[in-house]
């Protein structure tokens, strides 16, 4: 199970429908009319409701709750066998988004939010050097943690080396690749690789990509945060695939 905080973030789950969600939490008292409108939403979807103390929410988290908390169920890890499976049942089509080495758990709440909101098959992250999927991802996150399965790996190079033999074309996204993004092609299988906040893709992770391409800018001094340039290079590989 997993909590989630925050009006709107509260409000994104209960959007995608009553499956998984085992209650939500109201502040007691006079509520505003947005919390108003949450309570109507909840007990339309005949969720358990419980009216509880502001302090009460305090003792839950050390995040915002804005008067409000929602408990569901969480989608567990995954591993690289199960990928896989996956992988070769779906056939072509397949996007994939993998995370090398995200650690702001904020950042990568955003990217599972992204990876949800674009029909993201999974997200890959490796087991160490990597955000915990805690309270503030979860939040940031706003319903996509439970939507879009997680596949942790030991080894992300031995991963995407085993996803290229069963057919996904691997692109890392790299500040100084020569290949714009919107001309690198992301239909068919493939696996975008974002690298991590402040080192990019590691080497070895670069050695398993067979394209390496730049999200094209105005101002290359400043660049995307990794959260940022996630959603973009999703929305292109949408666009691509729309487009084909």
């Not at 499956?19 to 358990?48: F, H, K, N």
């Not at 950042?107 to 098959?121: D, E, I, Y």
């Not at 999974?122 to 503030?136: Q, T």
Request: proline content about 2%; some cysteine; charged content about 25%.
């Amino acid at each position: 199970m997993h909590r989630i905080f925050g009006i709107n973030s509260v409000s994104a789950r209960l959007a995608l429908g009553a499956a998984g969600i085992r209650r939500i939490w109201i502040r007691e008292g006079r509520l505003s009319g947005r919390l108003e409108a949450l309570l109507r939403e909840a007990d339309s979807l005949s969720i358990a409701i419980e009216r509880v103390t502001v302090e009460a929410l305090d003792k839950m988290t050390s995040v915002t709750h804005q008067g409000v908390a929602l408990e569901a169920e969480t989608l567990a890890s995954r591993d690289e066998k199960w990928l896989i499976r996956q992988v070769t049942d779906q056939g072509d089509d397949v996007l994939l988004l993998v995370l090398d080495g995200v650690t702001d758990p904020r950042n990568l709440g955003a990217c599972l939010r992204s990876a949800a909101s674009m029909g993201v098959m999974a997200v890959v992250l490796p087991k160490d050097n990597s955000a915990p999927v805690n309270e503030a991802a979860i939040k940031t996150a706003a319903g996509g943690a439970s939507i879009v399965p997680l596949v942790s790996v030991t080894n992300l190079a031995r991963c995407l080396a085993g996803l290229k033999k069963a057919g996904i074309w691997i692109v890392g996204t790299l500040l100084e690749a020569e290949a714009r993004l919107d001309e690198t092609p992301l239909t068919g299988s493939v696996a975008i690789v974002m690298g991590s906040e402040g080192r990019g893709l590691r080497q070895n992770t670069i050695k398993q990509c067979d394209f390496l391409a730049r999200i094209p800018m105005v101002n290359e001094a400043l660049g995307f945060n990794v959260s940022v340039a996630t959603g973009i290079c999703l929305y292109e590989a949408d666009r691509q695939r729309r487009m084909a």
